[in-house]
C-alpha cells in the first residue's frame, strides 16, 4: 500500500506542476495558434493525471482527506467537460443527436459532486468549522457547470453558443484549482482558507475578462455588426 501511495504521490505531483506550467502557458499565449492548442492538451492530460491520483490518495487508509478528494473531484469535473465541449464542437456539432453517454455520465458526476460538496460544507459550518466555506464555494460553481450542462442537453442552449464559454470557464477554473493546490502545499497561514479562496477570486477576474473579450454578449456582438 505504500508503494502505491509512493507512485500515486509522484504522479499527483508530475501532474499538477505540468498542468500548472502549460495551463499558464495556454492561457497566456494567442488563443486557437499551436502554441495554445499543445499546451491546452498537455495541460489536460497532466491535470487530469493529478486530479485522479487525488482521487485515489485521499482514499487510502491512513491517507484519508476530504478536501483533496473535493479538489480531485472538481478538478476532474472541469477539465473533462472543458476539454469534451471543444470536441463536441469540432466534430458534432451538425449532428442532430450529438450526446453520448460520456456527456450525461459527466452531468451526472457533477450533479453528485457539487451536492456532496454542499453538504460538506453546511456540515462543516454547523460544527463551527469556517474552512467548510471551501467545499461550498467549489459546491456551488460544479452546480452552476451542471446546470450550464442541462441548459444544453435540453436544447436550450447549443454548442455553437456555449462552447467557448464553458472551455473558457472550466478549464481556467482548473487552472485556478492548480494553482489552489501549489500556494496550499507550499504557504502556511494561519487563516488558511484564504489561500483556497484567493486564487478563485484573482481567476475569476481573469475569467471575466476572458469572456468578454472571446465570448461576448449577444447583444454586444448584434450592436457591433449593426454598425
Known amino acids: 500500500m505504500q508503494q502505491l501511495f509512493n507512485v500515486l504521490i509522484v504522479l499527483h505531483i508530475a501532474g499538477g506542476t505540468l498542468g500548472l506550467i502549460c495551463g499558464t502557458v495556454a492561457a497566456a499565449v494567442v488563443k486557437g495558434k ?33 478536501f483533496l478528494f473535493a479538489v480531485g473531484g472538481f478538478t476532474f469535473y472541469m477539465v473533462t467537460t472543458g476539454y469534451r465541449i471543444v470536441w463536441l464542437k469540432r466534430n458534432n456539432a451538425s449532428r442532430p443527436k450529438t450526446f453520448t453517454g460520456i456527456d450525461y455520465g459527466l452531468f451526472a458526476f ?56 464553458s472551455h473558457i470557464t472550466r478549464m481556467m477554473g482548473a487552472l485556478i484549482a492548480s494553482y489552489t493546490a501549489f500556494l496550499v502545499v507550499n504557504v502556511q497561514i494561519n487563516m488558511q482558507w484564504i489561500l483556497w479562496l484567493l486564487p478563485s477570486a484573482l481567476g475569476g477576474y ?6 468578454r473579450k472571446f465570448a461576448p454578449e449577444k447583444s454586444v456582438v448584434v450592436a457591433q455588426t449593426a454598425k
Open 110 to 165: 457533477g450533479i453528485c459532486f457539487s451536492l456532496f460538496l454542499l453538504y460538506m460544507s453546511v456540515k462543516g459550518l454547523i460544527d463551527g468549522n469556517t474552512f467548510a466555506i471551501v467545499p461550498g464555494v467549489f459546491g456551488l460553481v460544479c452546480l452552476n457547470y451542471a446546470r450550464m450542462d442541462y441548459k444544453l442537453f435540453s436544447g436550450i442552449t447549443t454548442i455553437k453558443q456555449s462552447w467557448i464559454n
Open 34 to 66: 499551436k502554441a495554445h492548442i499543445l499546451n491546452g492538451k498537455i495541460f489536460s492530460v497532466g491535470m487530469l493525471t493529478a486530479a485522479v491520483s487525488a482521487l485515489i490518495i485521499s482514499n487510502l487508509p491512513g491517507h484519508e482527506n476530504i
Open 206 to 211: 481573469l475569467i471575466s475578462r476572458f469572456l
